[in-house]
């Protein structure tokens, strides 16, 4: 398992440092406000240009984390599970941004982790645990992305026109 903390700086940054040390400590800017409209949150060039076969590429998760915007929900850690299935993508959030609740980043994390399927080619699920005493622990699988979408997320997002498609979908 590969962990890294994201909290909010420079992704190049943290490239750089999770090649170097195996780990980084950084964050990337709030591009949004975490109320914000998927569509408007969500950069899909970035995300087409940095999709991943594999989970286990740490410098193409950690930039599609940052296209989907998950900074602009919190300070978070991220694990990629490789060793065994189901192969995937823990999102910690070790502090939330202001005016994010629980029940927010959890409902938002649920587009986001949906987009992330789209473009981690054998992801099989994206979990996230919201900061608190309990730690709560919410998950999408790819198999309830498909379904949440209506058709298979990856084929729906192999493109940025399939990327935008797949955020309609998943505004509505």
């Given at each position: 398992m590969l962990l890294f903390t994201v909290p909010r700086v420079g992704l190049a940054v943290a490239v750089a440092s999770i090649a170097l040390l195996?780990?980084?400590?950084?964050?990337?800017?709030?591009?949004?406000?975490?109320?914000?409209p998927l569509s408007e949150s969500v950069d899909l060039v970035a995300l087409d240009a940095h999709r991943s076969a594999y989970i286990g590429d740490a410098s193409k998760v950690a930039a599609l984390t940052a296209a989907v915007d998950v900074g602009s929900l919190g300070d978070q850690t991220l694990a990629l599970s490789t060793d065994a299935r189901p192969y995937a993508l823990t999102i910690e959030f070790t502090s939330l941004a202001d005016g994010a609740t629980p029940a927010l980043v959890d409902q938002l994390m649920t587009d986001r982790a949906a987009l992330l399927l789209a473009?981690?080619?054998n992801a099989d699920e994206v979990r996230w645990t919201l900061p608190g005493g309990e730690g709560t622990t919410a998950a999408l699988t790819r198999a309830s992305a498909d379904e949440l979408a209506g058709a298979p997320v990856a084929e729906i997002g192999e493109s940025v026109a399939g990327l935008a498609d797949l955020?309609?979908?998943l505004e509505r």
């Open positions: 195996g780990g980084c400590s950084v964050t990337h800017p709030a591009v949004s406000e975490p109320t914000a473009t981690i080619g955020v309609e979908r």
